[in-house]
């Protein structure tokens, strides 16, 4: 079945600090989401990627879907403690029914202030 | 604007016992619905989705069953728990399609 990778699996920032966290699918991906997940929280929707090299940017973070549309990445300028959490990519593979996405196993961002 | 309820936040369970977990959204109809489970520390692994009333499709053979008796309820049973059943059970949404995936607050489950 299709699998979703996510590295790194834990990210020590500085705070103002860039990091890039990555997202690889086995299969090719008709969309892939971002989610954000506080500590303690529900997983909550950033972004949606469609389109082959597609690049979105919602303030410091800035989203990108690989031309191949198998990976995708998510960076963060100058890291803040808001930014604190999970970041879980989670792609639909073409042809899927029921909009089921698969869920990457996250990345777990810490921020040393 | 929609909102999804689920309940309760919190159970304890001793193994062997049944579980009922229960969904619900307002404010919109015939949405796909999604039951995740996620171990701590964890991503998200999907148990169960519903493309609409009486359809439910399994993702992962287990103890676990889901229905949808209605449009907007999505009920997560058990008859037996077991210890490997302990974690954070998710609820979602979305409208059909492509669609972003909109998440309940949770119920961490313990099982003793």
């Known amino acids: 079945g299709q699998q979703v990778m996510q590295i790194p699996q834990y990210q020590h920032v500085q705070e103002g600090e860039d990091f890039t966290t990555y997202c690889n699918s086995s299969t090719t991906l008709s969309n892939i989401q971002w989610y954000k997940q506080r500590p303690g929280g529900h997983p909550v929707f950033l972004i949606q990627l469609v389109k082959s090299g597609e690049v979105k940017k919602q303030k410091r973070l800035t989203f990108q879907f690989g031309e191949a549309k198998k990976n995708s990445s998510l960076h963060i300028t100058a890291t803040q403690t808001t930014d604190v959490g999970t970041y879980f990519c989670a792609g639909r593979q073409m042809g899927a029914a029921g909009n089921k996405l698969t869920f990457g196993g996250g990345t777990r961002v810490l921020v040393k202030p | 604007s929609q909102t999804i309820h689920q309940w309760p936040a919190t159970l304890v369970q001793p193994v062997g016992s049944p579980l009922s977990l229960e969904c619900t959204v307002e404010?919109?109809?015939?949405?796909?619905l999604y039951w995740y489970r996620q171990a701590a520390g964890r991503g998200l692994q999907l148990l169960f989705y519903s493309v609409g009333i009486g359809q439910i499709s399994s993702e992962v053979p287990q103890n676990l069953s889901a229905s949808r008796p209605q449009d907007r309820q999505f009920i997560l049973s058990s008859k037996k728990l077991l210890l490997s059943d302990s974690g954070f059970y998710l609820c979602?949404?979305?409208?059909?399609?492509?669609?972003?995936?909109?998440f309940g607050d949770g119920t961490r489950l313990s099982i003793l």
């Open positions: 404010g919109t109809s015939n949405p796909n």
């Open positions: 979602a949404w979305s409208v059909p399609g492509n669609q972003p995936q909109h």
